[in-house]
């Protein structure tokens, strides 16, 4: 007699060749997309897409298969953007369809469900988007200037007193500035934690959010409603653990500021500004909420993109000496070496633009913009590129920038190049599209342009001699976010009246 298989082997083998199935169905190339690489069953190119330094890879595809590439990941068709003009025509001319994300359930999970990368582009986003505008939109820049230029000073005091902890200073002095745009505290002043929780909040998004990691769950969503206890169910653990982490610091940043406000210690940010237009006890726990994302976004949102962006142009600096003293001549003949430059001296100093922009070019923070895509409910054929709905809109910022075709010698840090005005603005790429544009644009240009012109005027940065030193190289972290390999200089000071004052 031949015993059968219980019922529960069964059923698992039954649900195991359903899941196969649908799989290797969803992985099929839909017919009409843009050409791209073969990929394997089930997986699509998913490895090829989560490998160290991504954006090379797609460059290479670029060049294989033209500036637009249909890529799958598991069961997600992926649209590769290598060019500046259709990616502009994707998604700048037909944002009204291509402003969409794609949430990863991991994210959602993990307590960022509200925070403004993630949302439609609907009613709450444009909420969010407005009150951040407040805060750091153009419209506020000016009332920055001396905040910024005080801030410029200060880093350069940090780094002639400490030069051998150059990644610790800059990475706080940025922690604390945008804390300050937040919230209206500073930890310089006053410590209160919330500089390393920010950080860790930074972390916890990266590791959810990142195109290139994948959790069980974002491969089978189902996987979500599975209870925890059961074996391989491990992410669900570590989502509630996160999701209670950024529910304390939402709330807990977000009561300090307004303590300190009704005490009058706090300066001007945005729950403040928020305040002057409409009484925070008067908001909706709806606003409230939305609010409390704002800030948060505003807080971790530039951590690791200007402290990238600051840590690049001091490894430029120590190995492109020719550049750094050219730049020096510039500025001393606008400042005599008398004052510190300000905002006031921007137009004589064009040479600090070019600077900041090919700071950008050559060591963009992120490599990838952060990922959109096509309305989930309709197809779309933009410039004659079919887009199945819920695509992924992938644009290679690394690949454009290390394009020779749109910049000469693209490894070299070279800020003359934007003495012609038809090069590539880097800016029009690095930070979005259409209704998805980076808000702190203005403000991660201005505080770059005075904190590099005031390290000119101040400061000699020359690569180290000692023996044991670590020596800088043009060479960054591979993953989402990009920061220099760690790298030791020295900081020599030009002008002693200037730091002391």
């Given at each position: 007699?031949?015993?059968?298989?219980?019922?529960?082997?069964?059923?698992?083998i039954?649900?195991?060749?359903?899941?196969?199935?649908?799989?290797?169905?969803?992985?099929?190339?839909?017919s009409?997309?843009?050409?791209?690489?073969?990929?394997?069953?089930?997986?699509?190119n998913?490895?090829?897409?989560?490998?160290?330094?991504?954006?090379k890879?797609?460059a290479?595809?670029?060049k294989?298969?033209?500036?637009?590439?249909?890529?799958?990941?598991f069961?997600?068709?992926?649209?590769?953007i290598?060019?500046?003009?259709?990616?502009?025509?994707?998604?700048?001319?037909?944002?009204?369809?291509?402003s969409h994300?794609?949430?990863?359930?991991m994210?959602?999970?993990?307590?960022?469900?509200?925070?403004?990368?993630h949302l439609q582009?609907?009613?709450?986003f444009?909420?969010h988007?407005?009150?951040?505008?407040?805060?750091?939109?153009?419209?506020?820049?000016?009332?920055?200037?001396?905040?910024h230029?005080?801030?410029?000073?200060?880093?350069?005091q940090?780094?002639?007193r400490?030069?051998?902890?150059?990644?610790?200073?800059?990475?706080?002095?940025?922690?604390v500035?945008f804390?300050?745009?937040?919230?209206?505290?500073?930890?310089?002043?006053?410590?209160?934690?919330?500089?390393?929780?920010?950080?860790?909040?930074?972390?916890?998004f990266?590791?959810?959010?990142?195109?290139?990691?994948?959790?069980?769950?974002d491969?089978?969503?189902?996987?979500?409603?599975?209870p925890?206890?059961?074996?391989?169910?491990?992410?669900?653990?570590?989502?509630?653990?996160?999701?209670?982490?950024?529910?304390?610091?939402?709330d807990?940043?977000?009561?300090?500021?307004?303590?300190?406000?009704?005490?009058?210690?706090?300066?001007s940010?945005?729950?403040?500004r928020?305040?002057?237009?409409?009484?925070l006890?008067?908001?909706?726990?709806?606003s409230k909420?939305?609010?409390?994302?704002?800030?948060?976004?505003?807080?971790?949102?530039?951590?690791?993109t200007?402290?990238?962006?600051?840590?690049?142009?001091?490894?430029?600096?120590?190995?492109?000496?020719?550049?750094?003293?050219?730049?020096?001549l510039?500025?001393?003949?606008?400042t005599?070496g008398?004052?510190?430059?300000?905002f006031a001296d921007?137009?004589?100093?064009?040479?600090?633009?070019?600077?900041?922009?090919?700071?950008?070019?050559?060591?963009?923070?992120?490599?990838l913009?952060?990922?959109?895509?096509?309305?989930?409910?309709q197809d779309?054929?933009v410039?004659?590129v079919?887009?199945?709905?819920?695509?992924?809109?992938?644009?290679?910022?690394?690949?454009?920038?290390?394009?020779p075709?749109?910049?000469?010698?693209?490894?070299?840090?070279?800020?003359?190049?934007?003495?012609?005005?038809?090069?590539l603005?880097?800016?029009s790429?690095?930070?979005?599209?259409?209704?998805?544009?980076?808000?702190g644009?203005?403000?991660?240009?201005k505080?770059?342009?005075?904190?590099?012109?005031?390290?000119?005027?101040?400061?000699?940065?020359c690569?180290?001699t000692?023996?044991?030193?670590?020596?800088?190289r043009?060479?960054?972290?591979?993953?989402?976010m990009?920061?220099?390999?760690s790298f030791?200089?020295?900081?020599?000071?030009?002008?002693?009246?200037?730091?002391?004052?």
């Amino acid at each position: 007699m031949v015993s059968l298989p219980p019922f529960e082997v069964l059923l698992a083998i039954s649900v195991l060749i359903i899941i196969v199935a649908w799989l290797l169905r969803s992985s099929r190339r839909p017919s009409g997309l843009p050409p791209g690489p073969p990929g394997l069953p089930i997986l699509g190119n998913a490895l090829e897409i989560s490998a160290d330094n991504t954006y090379k890879g797609l460059a290479k595809w670029g060049k294989l298969y033209g500036p637009v590439v249909a890529v799958k990941a598991f069961s997600q068709t992926c649209i590769v953007i290598n060019s500046p003009d259709a990616a502009n025509e994707i998604l700048s001319k037909s944002s009204a369809t291509t402003s969409h994300r794609i949430v990863r359930p991991m994210a959602l999970l993990s307590g960022w469900e509200r925070a403004l990368p993630h949302l439609q582009p609907a009613a709450e986003f444009r909420q969010h988007r407005q009150y951040m505008k407040i805060a750091v939109g153009a419209a506020a820049m000016m009332e920055y200037e001396p905040e910024h230029e005080r801030r410029a000073l200060q880093l350069v005091q940090k780094l002639s007193r400490n030069p051998k902890e150059i990644y610790n200073e800059v990475a706080f002095w940025i922690a604390v500035s945008f804390e300050h745009v937040a919230y209206g505290t500073d930890e310089e002043e006053d410590f209160s934690g919330f500089v390393e929780m920010g950080r860790h909040a930074l972390k916890i998004f990266q590791e959810t959010s990142s195109p290139m990691i994948l959790w069980a769950v974002d491969i089978l969503p189902s996987l979500r409603y599975l209870p925890s206890w059961l074996p391989g169910m491990g992410f669900k653990r570590q989502a509630d653990t996160w999701r209670m982490y950024m529910r304390e610091l939402l709330d807990k940043a977000f009561e300090n500021s307004v303590r300190r406000m009704e005490a009058g210690g706090s300066s001007s940010c945005l729950i403040s500004r928020v305040a002057e237009c409409q009484p925070l006890d008067t908001l909706d726990e709806n606003s409230k909420e939305i609010l409390k994302n704002a800030a948060l976004n505003i807080y971790v949102g530039g951590f690791d993109t200007m402290t990238s962006m600051v840590l690049s142009f001091f490894l430029a600096m120590t190995l492109y000496p020719d550049v750094q003293k050219g730049a020096q001549l510039k500025v001393d003949a606008v400042t005599h070496g008398l004052r510190l430059p300000t905002f006031a001296d921007r137009d004589s100093l064009p040479c600090i633009d070019r600077m900041v922009k090919e700071v950008l070019r050559w060591a963009v923070p992120t490599t990838l913009v952060f990922p959109h895509s096509q309305d989930p409910s309709q197809d779309a054929i933009v410039d004659g590129v079919f887009i199945p709905k819920g695509s992924l809109l992938i644009v290679n910022t690394g690949g454009i920038f290390e394009d020779p075709e749109i910049y000469a010698d693209p490894r070299r840090f070279w800020p003359d190049r934007f003495l012609d005005d038809n090069v590539l603005d880097p800016f029009s790429v690095a930070f979005g599209y259409a209704r998805r544009k980076c808000i702190g644009m203005h403000f991660v240009e201005k505080r770059l342009w005075i904190t590099i012109a005031t390290a000119l005027a101040t400061l000699d940065v020359c690569a180290p001699t000692n023996p044991g030193a670590r020596a800088p190289r043009a060479a960054w972290t591979s993953g989402a976010m990009r920061l220099p390999l760690s790298f030791d200089a020295v900081f020599n000071v030009r002008h002693p009246a200037l730091i002391e004052g």
